[in-house]
């Protein structure tokens, strides 16, 4: 069987790719950062449909708590599953924050990069010895890297960081087999950076070509096709999910 770990699976686009993978038949790590509650619901939704799934808990701004979350990952792997290696990474945990950059301080412009970019490079370092050879990861990035969004530029400029980050992982892991793309979402109706208001939604529908909001799942779908063997010749990609988001 194959098991992939998502960060930030509790909530929004991680837990619905979360459910869709085990649907597919995938074995799940999913880690929550600040919501117990609300991982082990998804965990329970999980084992309810049949599947196997474990929540852990993982700060992605930690580095230093890498080296025990993955001691602690490699014994659930063993116990639950019977396997020793993850056969899928999704870089997906993150957070919005809305603040135009005359007025970004350092620690908001320090702790969007820690959960951005810095966590992702140095979690994926850290599992690069519990990946399987064909591995594949997924590094979830936005469509702000395409379209300067009000607001968000050091988010904006961390997510480009990761698209870049991909491309260097699919080259330096490519001699393993192992893949690395990014998913870059448009706007999708989930509780980042304090969800969306009927105003902002109308906006964001009238910019998008198909006339409506992403939903968690439009985007788990892509993570969890890209996760699967049917993508074994896509490496190196930023697919943007966003039904057309100003074109
Ligand atoms: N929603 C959108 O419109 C949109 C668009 C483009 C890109 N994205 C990206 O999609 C990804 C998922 O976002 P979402 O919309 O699903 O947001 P969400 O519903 O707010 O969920 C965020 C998830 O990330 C986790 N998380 C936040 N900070 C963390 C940290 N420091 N360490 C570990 N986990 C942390 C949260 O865990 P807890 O709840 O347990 O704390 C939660 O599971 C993010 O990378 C986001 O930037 C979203």
Known sequence: MSVILITGGSRGIGASTATLCAQRGMGVVLTYNNNPAAAQAVVEQIQASGGKAVALKLDV?????FGAFTERLQ?????????????GVVNNAGYGLFNPMATVSEAQFDGLFNVHLKGPFFLTQ??????????????????????????????????????????????????????????????IRTELGGGLNSEFEALLCGQTA??????????????????????????AQTIEVAGGYMV
Do not use: C
Not at 61 to 65: G, H, K, P, R
Not at 77 to 86: A, M, P
Not at 215 to 223: A, H, I, R, S, T
């Open 75 to 87: 014994r659930d792997l063993q116990n639950v599953w019977g396997v020793s290696h993850l056969d």
């Open 210 to 235: 198909l006339g409506r909001i992403g939903e968690p799942e439009d985007v788990g779908l892509v993570v969890t096709t890209l996760l699967s063997a049917e993508s074994a010749w896509i490496n």
């Open 61 to 65: 701004a930690e580095v230093a708590s």
């Open 126 to 187: 850290t599992l690069l010895p519990l990946l399987a050879d064909g591995a594949s990861i997924v590094n979830i990035t936005s469509a702000t890297t395409r379209v300067a969004t009000a607001g968000v530029a050091p988010y904006a400029a961390f997510k480009g960081g990761l698209e870049v980050l991909t491309r260097y992982m699919a080259k330096e892991f490519g001699e393993r087999r192992i893949r690395a793309n990014a998913v870059s979402p448009g706007a």
